[in-house]
Every structure is written in structure tokens, then in C-alpha cells.
T-cell receptor, first 112, second 115 residues
Framework: DGGITQSPKYLFRKEGQNVTLSCEQN?????MYWYRQDPGQGLRLIYY???????QKGDIAEGYSVSREKKESFPLTVTSAQKNPTAFYLC???????????FGSGTQLSVL | DQQVKQNSPSLSVQEGRISILNCDYT??????FLWYKKYPAEGPTFLIS?????DKNEDGRFTVFLNKSAKHLSLHIVPSQPGDSAVYFC??????????????FGKGTKLSVKP
């Protein structure tokens, strides 16, 4: 089945630690996105990539980094510079610019 | 400053009745609007969309209405079912040269449909 796989489902970060969230899609979509959801808040865009080896900052990119070395993969690293990392992280993709966004099932990141 | 506002954090409706979820926007350049549905601990799923050239779009039990002059859209669910209980996000975007920009999401409205 085609889809977007995010792993792990739950992740715990220690103070000062970098952690990487995985996002893999087998939908052959060109564009991939990372969103953050906080309780009672909407989805806020962290980073996005419209093509391999290229990505752009979203609205809240500080403290995060990404790479897009393969079309299928768009990992997100939450660095120690992100002072409030606890949130639900959603990866999404779409085939073309005018297509609908498909979301993964999310990763809940918490700070120990 | 929020460009997409969903002013009702929650809504409770009886099964079989109509659910009306509202969304307001401030950016007059927005020309494409979407509704997503989200269950807890899952990713949102696309529900229905509408282009600014229309004022209504219908898909089964779901209808979206757009009032451009008021910068307001609403999602109607008729009849409401317990399985519709979820958080509903309104999203908007601007099309540049025929291509959609990034989506701007509202904060969501939690719908509870009681049996």
C-alpha cells in the first residue's frame, strides 16, 4: 500500500540532545513537508522540499534542520537549539503543487 | 497574526442533526480553501475543498460554503454521525501562476457528535 510512514510513533529527547524524526513515502510525490502541532493550535510549517536536494524554511524553522537526499525520504532533526520541542510532528507530501496534501500518522516528541 | 481563524474550539451536536463549522480568513489573496479531518494521534485527512470561483462545493454529507465578501467559509455535515467526531482544520492558500502556495491552517474545531 502506498503511503507516508513516520517513525518512531513516540520519541523522548534529553536536554541538549539532537533527535531525528523519520519520514518515508512511497507515493512518488515530489513535495514533502514537516508540520508541528501543539495542543489547541493549528499546524505550523517547519520546512518543506519541492524537489530532491532542495528545501526551504517554513514559518518556524529555527532549531530544526532537514535533508532531502532521496525523493522518498525527508528526515527532520530537532536540534538542541529548539528550546520547546515537545509537540506532535506531522510529515506530509503531495504529488504536484496543485494536489492535495497527504499526511503521515505523526510522531509525538517529548522532553525528559 | 492569524490569517485563518477558527473561533470555536469545540462543537457538540446530536447524531442526525447538522454540524456547522466556521472559518474566517484575513488575507484577501487566498483563493483556495480546504478542510481536513483529524483523529487523535493520527495525521489529518483531506475532506473537501473549494476554489474562490465557486461559492459552494458538495461531496456526500459534506458541503463547504464560501462567502468571499465576508472572508468566511463554513463546513456543513448533514446528517452528523458519531464517526464524524474529530478535529476539523480549515486551511487556505494562494495560487501563484496557477500553482498552490503553502497551506495556512486554522487552530481547529473539535466536533463531538453524541448518539
Amino acid at each position: 500500500d502506498g503511503g507516508i510512514t513516520q517513525s518512531p510513533k513516540y520519541l523522548f529527547r534529553k536536554e541538549g540532545q539532537n533527535v531525528t524524526l523519520s519520514c518515508e513515502q512511497n507515493l512518488n510525490h515530489d513535495a514533502m513537508y514537516w508540520y508541528r502541532q501543539d495542543p489547541g493550535q493549528g499546524l505550523r510549517l517547519i520546512y518543506y522540499s519541492q524537489i530532491v536536494n532542495d528545501f526551504q524554511k517554513g514559518d518556524i524553522a529555527e532549531g530544526y534542520s532537514v535533508s532531502r537526499e532521496k525523493k522518498e525520504s525527508f528526515p527532520l532533526t530537532v536540534t538542541s537549539a529548539q528550546k520547546n520541542p515537545t509537540a506532535f510532528y506531522l510529515c506530509a507530501s503531495k504529488r504536484g503543487l496543485n494536489e492535495k496534501l497527504f499526511f503521515g500518522s505523526g510522531t509525538q516528541l517529548s522532553v525528559l | 497574526d492569524q490569517q485563518v481563524k477558527q473561533n470555536s474550539p469545540s462543537l457538540s451536536v446530536q447524531e442526525g442533526r447538522i454540524s456547522i463549522l466556521n472559518c474566517d480568513y484575513t488575507n484577501s489573496m487566498f483563493d483556495y480553501f480546504l478542510w481536513y479531518k483529524k483523529y487523535p494521534a493520527e495525521g489529518p485527512t483531506f475532506l473537501i475543498s473549494i476554489s474562490s470561483i465557486k461559492d459552494k462545493n458538495e461531496d456526500g454529507r459534506f458541503t463547504v460554503f464560501l462567502n468571499k465578501s465576508a472572508k468566511h467559509l463554513s463546513l456543513h455535515i448533514v446528517p452528523s454521525q458519531p464517526g464524524d467526531s474529530a478535529v476539523y482544520f480549515c486551511a487556505a492558500t494562494v495560487s501563484y501562476g496557477g500553482s498552490q502556495g503553502n497551506l495556512i491552517f486554522g487552530k481547529g474545531t473539535k466536533l463531538s457528535v453524541k448518539p
